[in-house]
């Protein structure tokens, strides 16, 4: 039997400090998360990271605390290297080399987005699905094929998480604005008329987000706006992930990232998923968010396939997307 591994994680792409360990059976055994909230607006990149290099040590040490193990006992360092914010990632890239090297660990580079798709299919079991990974600052729809995740449809603009935060800070209700949205959309009773925009694969949020302020401005019903503005957005993305599934023939649909908490997304998902005879999975809401967990895990996949790399060429990559990695674990 293959040796048990241990990987630490780091996650620190935007507004979350993340320490998670996992082992190659995936278990679970640490997932400690230290969120930034802006006093007001959204995400200012080097407050965020002024943030996370103050929780950073009382994470990581509660996270070993929790896992009941000392640095020893883990074999890997996990970076989550990008996409995500430039003055974020580079806290998080310093802090796992610096863990690297004093503690002689073997240093594994990780994607953010790779990530929340794996640790969706370790916690619903699915082995092949088409992921649909919406969160602040990705709406990506994806599946394997040939060595990699393909892009099936993703946001020519702004991001579905994103077109619900602003859209949230214009109606002053707290951040982040995604949960509010939510509760306030199931006492809507109307459906305003907004744009629809979708174009080949690909969904346009921002003339949305501009239309729905602009009605927000003209003294709606807030219910109404945040009902309507959910059935536009979902909508698009339930149109393109139907054709992407009828399209790769997956028999599995999972959703992933910080909107998959949202039941009303989860509901039209599920619909897409039963019209074409595939299983529907969502990713627990304790995970969905940015975590720990998720890179230490695929660390641990890409740890076990020979997948390292030096502290000297471990750039961040503020823009490394999706479709540029290697996936040898598949
Ligand atoms: P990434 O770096 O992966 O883009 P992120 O920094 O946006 O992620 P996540 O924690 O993955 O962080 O996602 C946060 C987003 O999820 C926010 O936009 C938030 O409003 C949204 N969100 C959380 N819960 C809900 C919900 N119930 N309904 C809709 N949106 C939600």
Known sequence: MARRVVVLGIESTAHTFG????????????????????????????ESAQHHSDVAPRVIRTALSEAKLSMDQVDAIAVSLGPGLGPCLRVGATICRALAVAYD???????H????????????????????????????????????????????????????????????????????????????????????????????????LTAAVKLLSEGHRIEDLCYSLQEYAFSMLAEVAERALAYTEKKELVLTGGVAANSELQRKLMMVAEEHNAKFGVVPKALSGDNGAMIAWTGVLAYVHGVTINVE???VKPRWRLDEVDIPWI
């Open 113 to 208: 987005a790779v990530a929340h798709i794996e640790i969706a299919k370790l916690t619903t079991g699915f082995k092949d699905p088409l992921i649909v990974f919406v969160s602040g600052g990705n709406t990506i729809i994806a599946a394997y094929s040939d060595g990699r995740y393909r892009v099936f449809g993703e946001t020519l603009d702004i991001a579905l998480g994103n077109l619900l935060d602003a859209f949230a800070r214009e109606a002053h209700l707290p951040h982040p604005g995604g949960p509010r949205v939510e509760e306030l959309a199931k006492k809507g009773e109307r459906l305003l008329k907004l744009p629809y925009i979708v174009k080949g694969q690909d969904v346009s949020y921002s003339g949305l």
């Open 19 to 46: 320490c998670g360990i996992v082992d190659s059976s995936g278990n679970i055994l640490a997932n400690v998360n230290n969120t930034y909230i802006p006093a007001k607006g959204g995400i200012h990149p080097r």
């Open 313 to 315: 060429k471990s750039y």
């Open 105 to 111: 660990k073997p240093l594994i580079p990780v994607n």
